[in-house]
C-alpha cells in the first residue's frame, strides 16, 4: 500500500521535472545553438518534439545534447532526499546490486537525470502532460503563412 503511494509521489515529482525542463527548452530560442539548426521552429522543445515525431534524425543529436544539459542540471537541484527517491524508479536502481545502500551521489545524479530525460522524450512524442502544447506542421505553416 505504502510503496504504491511512494511510486506514485516519485512520479509526481518527476511529471513536475518534465514540466520545468520544457519551460526551460521553450524560453531556449533555436538560434541560440551552434549548429546549423532549422529556424521555422521558435525554440529548442518544439524543433526537439519534431525530430521525434517525424523521426528525423538530421539535428537530434544536436538537440539531445542540450536537453540532456538541462535535464542533469534540473536534477543537481534536488535535495538529497530528492535524489534518493528518484533514483528509487530509474534504470540505475534496477541494475544497482547493493540493496543496503545507496550508490554515491554523481552515479544517483547521471540516473536520475537518464530517468528524466526519458520522460521529457516520451512527453516529446506523445504529449500527455496537461498544458504541454507542441507546434504541429500545420501551426509552423500558418505562422509562416505557406
Given at each position: 500500500m505504502f510503496?504504491?503511494?511512494?511510486?506514485l509521489?516519485?512520479?509526481?515529482?518527476?511529471?513536475?521535472?518534465?514540466?520545468?525542463?520544457?519551460?526551460?527548452?521553450?524560453?531556449l530560442?533555436?538560434?541560440h545553438?551552434p549548429?546549423?539548426v532549422?529556424?521555422?521552429?521558435?525554440?529548442?522543445?518544439?524543433?526537439?518534439a519534431?525530430?521525434?515525431?517525424h523521426?528525423?534524425?538530421?539535428?537530434?543529436?544536436?538537440y539531445?545534447?542540450?536537453?540532456?544539459t538541462?535535464c542533469?542540471?534540473?536534477?543537481?537541484?534536488?535535495?538529497?532526499?530528492?535524489?534518493?527517491?528518484?533514483?528509487?524508479?530509474?534504470d540505475?536502481?534496477l541494475?544497482w546490486?547493493d540493496?543496503?545502500d545507496?550508490p554515491?551521489?554523481?552515479?544517483m545524479?547521471?540516473?536520475?537525470a537518464e530517468?528524466?530525460l526519458?520522460?521529457?522524450e516520451?512527453?516529446?512524442e506523445?504529449?500527455q502532460l496537461?498544458?504541454?502544447?507542441?507546434?504541429?506542421t500545420?501551426?509552423?505553416?500558418?505562422?509562416?503563412s505557406i
Amino acid at each position: 500500500m505504502f510503496e504504491e503511494k511512494i511510486r506514485l509521489i516519485i512520479k509526481d515529482k518527476y511529471a513536475e521535472l518534465v514540466n520545468l525542463t520544457i519551460e526551460k527548452l521553450k524560453a531556449l530560442p533555436i538560434h541560440h545553438l551552434p549548429h546549423q539548426v532549422n529556424l521555422l521552429f521558435p525554440n529548442v522543445w518544439e524543433a526537439f518534439a519534431h525530430q521525434l515525431q517525424h523521426e528525423d534524425n538530421t539535428l537530434y543529436y544536436t538537440y539531445l545534447n542540450v536537453v540532456e544539459t538541462i535535464c542533469y542540471q534540473q536534477a543537481q537541484q534536488l535535495t538529497k532526499t530528492e535524489l534518493k527517491l528518484l533514483w528509487l524508479i530509474s534504470d540505475g536502481c534496477l541494475e544497482w546490486d547493493d540493496a543496503a545502500d545507496f550508490p554515491v551521489m554523481e552515479a544517483m545524479l547521471e540516473a536520475v537525470a537518464e530517468e528524466l530525460l526519458s520522460w521529457v522524450e516520451q512527453e516529446a512524442e506523445e504529449p500527455q502532460l496537461e498544458g504541454i502544447e507542441i507546434t504541429t506542421t500545420t501551426t509552423l505553416m500558418a505562422r509562416l503563412s505557406i
